[in-house]
């Protein structure tokens, strides 16, 4: 999925559903927990280190750069595949 805009941290999903966050600085990867249950295809890193993620069990998660919260998750009706976030302008 890729580097954090604004932290030192490499995210990348797996076919198990794990999001596997890794850190520059000390060059470890940190355990997370399952955020999904299948495969996760997609992910985007917003500017306050939050990351997004999609996967194959037809949910949307987001979570933190430290990976030490609970994910908020959202069903949707099909397999998402390119998630991005979105800048509002005022």
């Known amino acids: ?9 490499f995210a ?19 355990p997370t927990m399952g955020k999904h249950s299948k495969k996760v295809f997609c992910g985007d890193w917003n500017t306050e280190g939050l990351l ?3 996967s194959e069990d037809k ?9 030490d919260n609970a994910a908020n998750s ?3 009706k099909a397999e998402p595949r390119d998630l991005k976030w ?5």
Do not use: D, Q
């Not at 949910?59 to 990976?67: A, E, F, K, Q």
């Not at 979105?86 to 005022?90: A, G, I, L, Q, V």
């Open 74 to 76: 959202l069903a949707v």
């Open 86 to 90: 979105m800048t509002m302008k005022t």
């Open 52 to 54: 997004v993620t999609g």
């Open 1 to 9: 999925m890729g580097w954090s805009i604004t932290h030192p941290v």
């Open 59 to 67: 949910l949307i998660s987001v979570s933190s750069h430290t990976s």
């Open 12 to 30: 990348c999903g797996n076919e198990k559903g794990y999001i596997n966050f890794y850190y520059k600085k000390n060059k470890r990867k940190v």
